[in-house]
C-alpha cells in the first residue's frame, strides 16, 4: 500500500495555511464584492433579499472519520447549508468556512476536505468568501455559514400552509440513515482490519445518500419555471415527520399523509429488511435526506405533479385534526418528532 | 455557599432549548426581517454594502472555564465579531450563533451564556438572528458569525495604505494580554482549592481588558463625525505587530513606529515589571486589544489627533525599506509577527 504524503500544518502556520487553502478562488457572482483577505467579507444584495444560515460539525456527533472519506464531508458539509436557502426559495451565493483542526490532521488532509467543499461551490455555483483555522484540542470542528439571495415577493417561510394545501416531496426518504447504518456495520465488522474492503454492491445508492447528498436546486427551478411559489416550504434533515410537524405547528394547522404515498427508494426497503428495521419509521425519521417538503395550494395539483421527483402525500387540515398518517392498512397514527406512538409502547 | 440550580438540558430538547434560549427577542434593526425560527434568516440591505465575518471559539484553546464566566464569555464572543465589522469602518447589525455543547453544560450554564451575548448585542445594537446547538462530545463550540453593513464608499480594506500616510492606533496595548498571564498564574496558585478568592486589587483594568473587551464603536463614530475615511484599518486581535505587517504586506508598503509612541497602560507596565515580561514585545504582540489600528493621509493630521484615545505611532513609508520600530534609544528593530529578532535569539 502507498503511504500518503503528510505535511504538518505547523510548517505553513494559521495564515500560511489560509492562503494556501483558498488560493486561486475565482468569484463566480456579482454580489461577492471582496472575498478571503480582510476583516470581513464585502456582499452587494441590491433588489433582493439577504439570508443567513449556518451549521455546526463536530466530529465524533455529526460524523466520523473512520468512514466518511475528507473529501466527501467538505462536500456535504457545504451542500447541507445550501440546502437551507433552497428551503427559502432563494439562491445560495457565497460561504465563510471556519475549521478547528487537531494535530492528527495534515495539510494534505485539509486539502482533500477544501477539494470537496470547492467542488460542492461549484457545482452549485458559490462563493468561499471567508475562511479561518484554529487549533483544536479534539478532532475536527466545522462551522459553515451561508449567504444567500431571494426575490422580496419569492421567499417562503414555514408558516404559510394553509387548510387543504397539498403536503408535497422531492425525491425518496430513509435512504441516507439506512447509509449511516450499514457503514456503522461494516465500521464493526471490519474493526481492527487495516485493509478494509467492505463489500458494499447494491448499495450504492445508500451510501451516496449519506456520504454525498445533493441539495435541491433543480426543484428550486423547476417552481420557478411554472411560478410555483409554495405557501410554506423547508428542507428535510431532521426527518420528514419532524419538519411536517414544524410546519404545522408554525402555521397552526394539522395534516394528513398517507403511508402509500411515501417515495422510498429499493435499496432502502431492500436493507431495512436486512436490518430488520420498521421501513416507514425509517422513512419518517431517519433524516438527513436534504429532500424539499413544501405545500402548495389545491388548484395547484395538475401542475406540480408534472415536476419531475416530485410527489404529493396528503394535506394540511384544520388544527383540531392534529398531525396523523393514514397506514396502508386505513388506520390513522399520530405523527410524532421521533418514532410512532405504536412504535414507542 | 450557596448551590447553583442546574436543569439538565435533556429535559428541554435541542428544538426547546433554542426556543428558551432566543424568546423574546425584540429586533432592533430595519435590515432585520425574520430572525431565530426559520431554514435562514432574511435580511434586507437596500443601499449598502453587506460585510460578513465569522469566528470560532474553542474551549481549552480560546479560553479557559476555570476563569472565564459564561456571561463574559457571551459577551466577548459576541464583541470579537463586531470588532471586526467596525475595522471595515461598518456597523454590526445581525449575529448568528451555533454552540456545541457537552453534557457538563446545564440551562442555567447557556441562558448565563445567552445573558452575555443579549447584553452585548443591546449595547451595540444588534439582533440575534439565528441560533443553532448541538451535541459535543469534549466541551464548549461557540461559532459566531456576524454580519452588518457600511457605506459602499466608506469601506476600509487592509490594502488602502500609501506612502506617508499616518499609522494610528486607538487605546492601548498589551493589557488583556498580561490580564490572561493574571489570570494563569492565580489559577495554578490556587490550584485545588474550591474558595477561589484570588487577590486581584489594582489590577481591574487588566481583567477587563480580557475577560470583557469592548469593540471601538465609539472611534468609527469620531471618523464619520470627522468625515475621516482611514486608507486602511484592521482591528488588533492577534497583537499590533502582526496586524501592521498584514497592512504593510496587503498595500505593498513599508512601516517605521516609536516605541515610545505606543499607548500602554501603567497597569500593564507594572504587571510586566512585576512577570519580568518585556513590556514593549507585550504591547507588540500580546494581541487581543481589539483596538482599531488605521491609516490616513497625513494632511488629516491635526484633525485626526482631536479624536479621544486615538494617538499617532509612525508612517508608512516604501516597502523598500521594510516594517520596523525605532526603539527609545533610537536603534531600528524589524517587526514580526511574533517577537523581535532581538528576542529571538
Redesign the interface.
Same mark, same amino acid.
Given at each position: 500500500m502507498e503511504e500518503k504524503k503528510r505535511t504538518e500544518i505547523a510548517t505553513l502556520g494559521e495564515?500560511g495555511l489560509i492562503k494556501h487553502l483558498t488560493e486561486n478562488l475565482e468569484s463566480k457572482n456579482e454580489s461577492t464584492?471582496?472575498g478571503v483577505?480582510?476583516? %470581513? %467579507?464585502?456582499? *452587494?444584495?441590491k433588489d433582493k433579499?439577504?439570508?443567513?444560515?449556518?451549521?455546526?460539525l463536530? *466530529?465524533?456527533?455529526?460524523f466520523d472519520l473512520t468512514y466518511v472519506p475528507l473529501k466527501h464531508l467538505g462536500y456535504k458539509s457545504a451542500v447541507v447549508n445550501f440546502s437551507?436557502?433552497y %428551503?427559502?426559495n432563494?439562491q445560495p451565493k457565497?460561504i465563510?468556512v471556519?475549521?478547528?483542526i487537531s494535530k492528527r490532521f495534515s495539510i494534505e488532509d485539509l486539502e482533500e476536505f477544501y477539494a470537496g467543499l470547492r467542488l460542492a461551490c461549484e457545482v452549485y455555483g458559490v462563493d468561499i468568501?471567508?475562511g479561518?483555522t484554529?487549533?483544536?484540542?479534539?478532532?475536527l470542528?466545522i462551522?459553515i455559514?451561508?449567504?444567500?439571495e %431571494?426575490d422580496?415577493d419569492k421567499?417562503v417561510?414555514?408558516n404559510g400552509a394553509r387548510e387543504n394545501d397539498l403536503i408535497c416531496v422531492s425525491g425518496d426518504f430513509g435512504a441516507a440513515y439506512m447509509g449511516l447504518q450499514l457503514l456503522e456495520r461494516e465500521k464493526k465488522v471490519f474493526a481492527g482490519e487495516s485493509d478494509f474492503q467492505p463489500a458494499f454492491e447494491g448499495k450504492e445508492y445508500l451510501l451516496e445518500r449519506q456520504l454525498k447528498p445533493e441539495a435541491r436546486k433543480d426543484i428550486i427551478k423547476e417552481l420557478s419555471d411554472r411560478n410555483i411559489v409554495p405557501t410554506a416550504m423547508?428542507?428535510v434533515s431532521d426527518g420528514l415527520s419532524s419538519e411536517l410537524l414544524h410546519i404545522c405547528n408554525?402555521s397552526h394547522t394539522g395534516c394528513r399523509i398517507y403511508e402509500e404515498r411515501i417515495p422510498i427508494d429499493y435499496q432502502t426497503a431492500s436493507m431495512a429488511e436486512e436490518f430488520n428495521i420498521n421501513l416507514v419509521t425509517v422513512a419518517l425519521n431517519g433524516g438527513e435526506d436534504y429532500e424539499l417538503l413544501f405545500t402548495v395550494p389545491l388548484t395547484l395539483h395538475d401542475e406540480v405533479i408534472t415536476i419531475p421527483g416530485v410527489r404529493v402525500i396528503g394535506h394540511i387540515t384544520n388544527p383540531s385534526l392534529g398531525a396523523g398518517m393514514i397506514t396502508r392498512d386505513g388506520t390513522e397514527i399520530a405523527l410524532k418528532a421521533q418514532g410512532w406512538n405504536s412504535l414507542n409502547d
Amino acid at each position: 500500500m502507498e503511504e500518503k504524503k503528510r505535511t504538518e500544518i505547523a510548517t505553513l502556520g494559521e495564515f500560511g495555511l489560509i492562503k494556501h487553502l483558498t488560493e486561486n478562488l475565482e468569484s463566480k457572482n456579482e454580489s461577492t464584492l471582496k472575498g478571503v483577505g480582510d476583516d %470581513a %467579507a464585502v456582499l *452587494e444584495y441590491k433588489d433582493k433579499k439577504t439570508l443567513v444560515t449556518t451549521d455546526l460539525l463536530l *466530529e465524533g456527533v455529526h460524523f466520523d472519520l473512520t468512514y466518511v472519506p475528507l473529501k466527501h464531508l467538505g462536500y456535504k458539509s457545504a451542500v447541507v447549508n445550501f440546502s437551507d436557502i433552497y %428551503a427559502m426559495n432563494g439562491q445560495p451565493k457565497q460561504i465563510t468556512v471556519s475549521l478547528g483542526i487537531s494535530k492528527r490532521f495534515s495539510i494534505e488532509d485539509l486539502e482533500e476536505f477544501y477539494a470537496g467543499l470547492r467542488l460542492a461551490c461549484e457545482v452549485y455555483g458559490v462563493d468561499i468568501v471567508g475562511g479561518d483555522t484554529s487549533a483544536s484540542m479534539t478532532g475536527l470542528t466545522i462551522s459553515i455559514t451561508c449567504i444567500g439571495e %431571494a426575490d422580496t415577493d419569492k421567499i417562503v417561510y414555514r408558516n404559510g400552509a394553509r387548510e387543504n394545501d397539498l403536503i408535497c416531496v422531492s425525491g425518496d426518504f430513509g435512504a441516507a440513515y439506512m447509509g449511516l447504518q450499514l457503514l456503522e456495520r461494516e465500521k464493526k465488522v471490519f474493526a481492527g482490519e487495516s485493509d478494509f474492503q467492505p463489500a458494499f454492491e447494491g448499495k450504492e445508492y445508500l451510501l451516496e445518500r449519506q456520504l454525498k447528498p445533493e441539495a435541491r436546486k433543480d426543484i428550486i427551478k423547476e417552481l420557478s419555471d411554472r411560478n410555483i411559489v409554495p405557501t410554506a416550504m423547508m428542507d428535510v434533515s431532521d426527518g420528514l415527520s419532524s419538519e411536517l410537524l414544524h410546519i404545522c405547528n408554525q402555521s397552526h394547522t394539522g395534516c394528513r399523509i398517507y403511508e402509500e404515498r411515501i417515495p422510498i427508494d429499493y435499496q432502502t426497503a431492500s436493507m431495512a429488511e436486512e436490518f430488520n428495521i420498521n421501513l416507514v419509521t425509517v422513512a419518517l425519521n431517519g433524516g438527513e435526506d436534504y429532500e424539499l417538503l413544501f405545500t402548495v395550494p389545491l388548484t395547484l395539483h395538475d401542475e406540480v405533479i408534472t415536476i419531475p421527483g416530485v410527489r404529493v402525500i396528503g394535506h394540511i387540515t384544520n388544527p383540531s385534526l392534529g398531525a396523523g398518517m393514514i397506514t396502508r392498512d386505513g388506520t390513522e397514527i399520530a405523527l410524532k418528532a421521533q418514532g410512532w406512538n405504536s412504535l414507542n409502547d
